[in-house]
């Protein structure tokens, strides 16, 4: 089982950049797929962004192709979230999630096909 906590929110102008962290323990990352997921109050939680196992494959959701770009460090157990020219409507509490798979380039976009989530981290954008 693999547990996850993620960092690096925080309070951003708008334009601005972050980049959140996702520090797995207990079993090692590189037999995860991996995605962030984020959710503004009152709303579902929505998919940003998805990396396979050995970060081969990503995808991301339209609201923040090109400015968002998730990576990963198998070796530091890590995966990322570069955030750049973040808008007011990216405000929300992000969360990573974590999917075990054989398969080197398996990518999961429904929250549901995830079973190991962290706790969120809240970022917020002013306008």
């Known amino acids: 089982q693999v547990q996850l906590v993620e960092s690096g929110g925080g309070l951003v102008q708008a334009g601005g950049s972050l980049r959140l962290s996702c520090a797995a323990s207990?079993?090692?990352?590189?037999?995860?797929?991996m995605g962030w997921f984020r959710q503004a109050p009152g709303q579902e939680r929505e998919f940003v962004a998805t990396?396979?196992?050995?970060?081969?494959?990503?995808y991301y959701a339209d609201s923040v192709k090109g400015r968002f770009t998730i990576s990963r460090d198998n070796a530091k157990n890590t995966v990322f979230l570069q955030m750049n020219s973040l808008k007011p409507e990216d405000t929300a509490v992000y969360y990573c999630?974590?999917?075990?798979?054989?398969?080197?380039?398996?990518?999961?976009?429904?929250?549901?096909?995830?079973?190991?989530w962290g706790q969120g981290t809240q970022v917020t954008v002013s306008s």
């Open positions: 999630a974590a999917e075990q798979t054989v398969y080197y380039s398996k990518i999961y976009l429904n929250p549901d096909e995830y079973h190991y």
């Open positions: 990396i396979s196992k050995i970060g081969g494959s990503t």
């Open positions: 207990g079993r090692t990352v590189s037999s995860y797929a």
